[in-house]
């Protein structure tokens, strides 16, 4: 006969709950093998800059604060995707930090039990300020978006008269030791004459600067008249002027493909977002500032998280519904872009996607 007290029945719970998560920590994949670990959690779809590539200058239809995620909703959300298997988050927008009291709502996620990494990408403009409240909370890392280093060239990207911040977001960063990495995308007729002195940056600064292939998310902003600089054509540039550049082992989930140039104190990557040729092993998910989960960036959202939990959902009914959402993902961004167009045009900018 069975005699256990409450606290052993309790125990005994806690130790089955314990191992469903252990279980579904080691199984969340999805339905072609490959393992989730990653969220990239859009806040906002507003943004202080007019980013060419991004949004047009009279900015988006933007969402209203009730169309939005709260902040309690964006945490439950995280905290039962980390008990789930997400081990690594990534905020982003539009731009983070104009979201009213983003500060409060990253120092709840940084103790988040189980949660190995937290990180942000931002424009640097309003960042600098924060950068000792980022280290002090224990963001290790930023992505910093720079797409020149041309004061006229950056307001003609951006529309804005923001260089100087971003800069100061910078050295901020660098002096409290984050580690930064630089995100450019790279747009025929705008900045290709930025590309070496980006890399250049690399030659005295311990950072890793990115260039980006331009994708066709750009909120009708302008008509993209498909990719004129892929991952193939920048690297030839680079390569042309650093013949002896070397090829770095890159991670297994990473999105780039980096090099180093010798004596350089900082590394430089390319990343094949239009091209595609990371999907083999794409861990990550994005949730988008109205709470529609994306298991690609090129798919139109599987299911959105905010009206289940507007509408009742339990803890379970959220988790039930999130693994079947990564039970149906597509293969790679091309099946995800093929699916979507039968349903919806993309017209969509990255700053409502989540970059
Ligand atoms: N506002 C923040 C920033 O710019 O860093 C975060 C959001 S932004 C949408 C995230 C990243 O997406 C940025 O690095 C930006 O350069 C990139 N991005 C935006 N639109 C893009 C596009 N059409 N093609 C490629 N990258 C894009
Ligand atoms: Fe704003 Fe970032 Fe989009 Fe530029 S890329 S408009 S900074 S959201």
Redesign the pocket.
Known sequence: MCNKTTFEKHSDALKYLNLQFLILKTLLTDNHGRKINYLRLAVTDR?????F???PEEGLNWLSRKELMTYEEMLRSCALLVRMGIEKIRIT???PFVRKDIMQFLTALSVLPGLNELTI?T?G?LTAPLVPELKKIGIRSVNL?LDTLDANRFFSI?KRDEFANVMETLEQLLKHKIEVKINA?VMDGKNTQDIIPLVELTKELPISVRFIEEMPFNGDGHIYTGLQWDYVRILDEIRHRYPDMNKLTDSLYSTSYNYHIPGHKGDIGVIAAYSRTFCGTCNRIRITPQGELKTCLYDAGVLNIKDLIRGGATDNDLQNALLKGFSNRPKDGWEAEKNRSKNLPAHE???TIG?
């Open positions: 943004c202080n800059l007019r980013c590539y991004c949004m927008g539009g731009e990408t424009n403009v978006s951006t995308v900018s990255m700053a970059g």
